[in-house]
């Protein structure tokens, strides 16, 4: 069936330092991906999304790219800031992200000023 | 935005009685939701979609028995974890997508902890 794969955590890094996730999935078809955040007492909210393959998703900084050919969905920013401590989950989607969605881990992330 | 309120956030309770939690939408209309659970350092893992006006789709290996959900309302639906025993112990979080086929929106509770002892 259909999987997420999501680096572990958890991340610890300094303000201003680079960020990678990673994440590769695997699926049937041709999926739509999805990065998700939720903020500690909150419910997850989409980052950016990405529905075909060479698409990329951004935002807040964050930017991600649905690389078919190695089937990978890898979450970037340059700058991180303390507001970005988070839980990150890397998602897709067989439909167009209101069907089901197919989680990976997630990985918490925490930087120090 | 949308929001979609979780009730209760945490819930401890005796093993053998039964959790109602609820997934509501507070400002839109669901006639889907997505009931999630996940074990530590685990995935969400799907365990049924509720649909108004219809009986649940539950994923493989879930117990609707054990499981009961209900979607009451365009606005609510609840999942009742009947005679909860420890190994029940996770993270339950629901989901909403908006009626009318908007792509790529989801709108998720802020989850329920429960603690059977």
């Known amino acids: 069936g259909d999987s997420v794969t999501q680096m572990e955590g958890p991340v610890t890094l300094s303000e201003e330092a680079f960020l990678t996730i990673n994440c590769t999935y695997t699926a049937t078809g041709y999926p739509s991906l999805f990065w998700y955040v939720q903020y500690p007492g909150e419910g997850l909210q989409l980052l950016l999304k990405a529905t075909k393959a060479d698409d990329k998703g951004s935002n807040k900084g964050f930017e991600a790219t649905y690389r078919k050919e190695t089937t990978s969905f890898h979450l970037e920013k340059g700058s991180v800031q303390v507001s970005d401590s988070a839980v990150y989950f890397c998602a897709l989607s067989m439909g167009f992200g209101n069907e089901k969605l197919t989680f990976g881990t997630g990985t918490r992330l925490t930087i120090i000023p | 935005g949308a929001v979609v309120s979780q009730h209760p956030s945490r819930v401890i309770c005796k093993s053998g009685t039964s959790v109602k939690i609820e997934c509501r939408s507070l400002?839109?209309?669901?006639?889907?939701m997505f009931w999630y659970r996940q074990f530590p350092k685990q995935s969400l893992m799907l365990m049924a979609t509720?649909?108004?006006?219809?009986?649940?789709?539950?994923e493989q290996g879930v117990e609707k028995d054990k499981f009961l959900i209900n979607h009451a309302s365009l606005t609510l639906s609840t999942l009742t974890v009947t005679s909860a025993h420890p190994e029940d112990s996770s993270f339950y979080i629901c989901s909403a997508p908006p009626s009318g086929g908007v792509r790529n929106i989801q709108y998720f509770g802020a989850g329920t902890r429960l603690s059977v002892l």
């Open positions: 400002d839109f209309q669901a006639t889907t």
């Open positions: 509720s649909n108004e006006g219809s009986k649940a789709t539950y």
